[in-house]
């Protein structure tokens, strides 16, 4: 189970990762961008293999327990308990660095490139519309799409990264 909400988590960011690209290349390059022939397919292929490379340290280190030999639950009295398990990465050599690990390729790496692209067109729009090369008006919605995208992004940010902050 964990094996899949974090292969889930990883793709959704690398997703985010392949849309700051797209997005880059369309405002900064848009004449290369009508000659490419793009593969969405191939791309989408690309972003669940990284998510899915990104998780499988996980496998190795995550291990099943029973829900009675966590600490919280030292003490209660539960019938029911004995037969549940969970999943857990115990806090050995393995699994601080399979944690750590997937931390930084799979959140911290698509964040920083996120942001490079995003400043990247902002600051290109900045000195386009500056300097007269674009229309103002155009140069104004363009912006406003890089300024949704970026409130999608950090929202993402706060939402996964304080749980994988907090696993490191």
Partial sequence: MSFF??????????SLVAIATDRYQNIV?????LKSKRKPALLVCLVWLYA???????????KSISLLEIPEARGMSCDDCAD???CDTP???LGQSSTTLYF???FFVPLVVISVLYTKIVLFLHKRSHTGMMNKLA???KTKVVRMLIVIVFAYVLSLGPPSFWLC
Avoid: G, N
């Avoid at 390059?29 to 961008?33: D, E, F, M, Q």
């Avoid at 899915?52 to 995550?62: F, G, N, R, T």
């Fill in 5 to 14: 909400s974090e292969t889930c988590a990883s793709a959704i960011f690398v």
């Fill in 29 to 33: 390059h848009p004449l290369k961008t």
């Fill in 52 to 62: 899915v490379i990104m998780s499988c340290p996980s496998v190795i280190s995550v």
């Fill in 84 to 86: 549940q398990r969970l």
């Fill in 91 to 93: 806090q050995t050599p």
């Fill in 104 to 106: 930084l390729l799979a």
């Fill in 139 to 141: 140069a104004r919605s």
